[in-house]
């Protein structure tokens, strides 16, 4: 079983940054790919950002390229999403998650593909 807490969410101003960390716990090495995932009001859950942590190949939703960023440090089973120039539009819960899958660049299409999830932490950005 894996455990993933997230944290790091909050309110901030358009233009402003965050850092998201999601702290894994337990079998970790049967999970190849990571990921942050948002759901905004009245929207479906979406793909931020994955990485394969294995190798550390990272791929990025269009809409939050160049903006978004994220890594991980594999001594401490952590996982960080660095969000800046945010916009309102990025207003929404997010999420962490993990899978057994290798196919970190397609999960990033397909959220149903993760098999651990996160309890979500909320980030709210006021124009």
């Known amino acids: 079983q894996v455990q993933l807490v997230e944290s790091g969410g909050g309110s901030v101003q358009a233009g402003g940054s965050l850092r998201l960390s999601c702290a894994a716990y337990?079998?970790?090495?049967?999970?190849?790919?990571m990921g942050w995932f948002r759901q905004g009001p009245g929207k479906e859950r979406e793909g931020v950002a994955t990485?394969?942590?294995?190798?550390?190949?990272?791929y990025h939703a269009d809409s939050v390229k160049g903006r978004f960023t994220i890594s991980q440090d594999n001594a401490k089973n952590t996982v960080y999403l660095q969000m800046n120039s945010l916009k309102p539009e990025d207003t929404a819960m997010y999420f962490c998650a993990a899978a057994r899958s290798i196919y970190c660049y397609t999960l990033l299409g397909n959220p149903d593909g993760m098999d651990y999830w996160g309890q979500g932490t909320q980030v709210t950005v006021s124009s």
């Open positions: 990485i394969y942590t294995r190798a550390g190949i990272t």
């Open positions: 337990g079998n970790m090495w049967s999970t190849y790919c």
